[in-house]
């Protein structure tokens, strides 16, 4: 079973940067599946951040991240990466990666069938 491992998370400053990675434990296949990112609040639902399909040529984000997150993946080093800009306070989450059940980029958390672990983001002055 493949894992999926976040890095980068930690405590920023408003308006500052975090690059999140997600690193797949198995090479094997990872360039067929889509890979999301996911976020959940303290006492509020997990919600859709940001998707890229299974070559990377398509990725979206949710509204409240356009202009601001960018979601990127390298194939040959099985990762991918949520770049995020001129963070808020409202981005304070613990931020999760996931795997996709085929290769095409979804909002829907259920398409989603292999989850990592998650890392905290704080958005604090």
């Known amino acids: 079973q493949v894992q999926l491992v976040e890095s980068g998370g930690g405590l920023v400053q408003p308006g500052g940067s975090l690059r999140l990675s997600c690193a797949a434990s198995?090479?094997?296949?990872?360039?067929?599946?889509?890979m999301g990112w996911f976020r959940q609040a303290p006492g509020k639902e997990r919600e859709f951040v940001g998707t890229?399909?299974?070559?990377?040529?398509?990725?979206f984000v949710s509204d409240f991240a356009k202009g601001r997150f960018t979601v990127s993946r390298d194939n040959a080093k099985n990762t991918v990466t949520l770049q995020m800009n001129s963070l808020k306070p409202e981005d304070t989450a613990v931020y999760y990666c996931?795997?996709?059940?085929?290769?095409?980029?979804?909002?829907?958390?259920?398409?989603?069938?292999?989850w990592g672990q998650g890392t905290q983001v704080t958005v604090s002055s």
């Open positions: 890229i399909n299974w070559d990377g040529k398509s990725a």
């Open positions: 198995e090479r094997r296949n990872f360039n067929l599946y889509a």
């Open positions: 996931a795997r996709s059940r085929d290769g095409l980029g979804r909002i829907d958390a259920g398409y989603y069938t292999v």
